[in-house]
């Protein structure tokens, strides 16, 4: 069984900053890309950024500069910075990844929870 489980987020102020946390547990073979998606209400689920496992990062135009992913390969980890938070930012954020899980040979789509971040104006 494979579980991403996410920490962090919570509620900021305007121009404030939050962090989030994601680690893929359980059965885990190989992990390959890793982000991050939101939610906002009434909205689609959309991109917020995802790194390869070599390090190349994707990010949505509206968080270019003000967010941050990085990931740590060994800890199966990946981590989102949020500074200069906005009220349009606040949306429920979910970790993603794809992972070739125990002695599969098939990659698989995994999500968390998901993780409420509210930027308060």
């Known amino acids: 069984q494979v579980q991403l489980v996410e920490s962090g987020g919570g509620l900021v102020q305007a121009g404030g900053s939050l962090s989030l946390s994601c680690a893929a547990s359980g059965s885990v073979s190989t992990v390959n890309t890793m982000g991050w998606y939101r939610q906002a209400p009434e909205k689609q689920r959309e991109l917020v950024a995802v790194i390869s496992r070599s390090g190349v990062i994707n990010y949505a135009d509206s968080v270019k500069g003000r967010l941050t992913i990085s990931r740590d390969n060994a800890m199966k980890t990946v981590d989102l910075q949020m500074n200069s938070l906005a009220p349009e930012d606040t949306a429920v954020y979910y970790c993603?990844?794809?992972?070739?899980?125990?002695?599969?040979?098939?990659?698989?789509?995994?999500w968390g929870q998901g993780i409420q971040v509210t930027v308060s104006s």
């Open positions: 993603t990844s794809e992972i070739r899980p125990g002695d599969s040979v098939s990659w698989f789509r995994y």
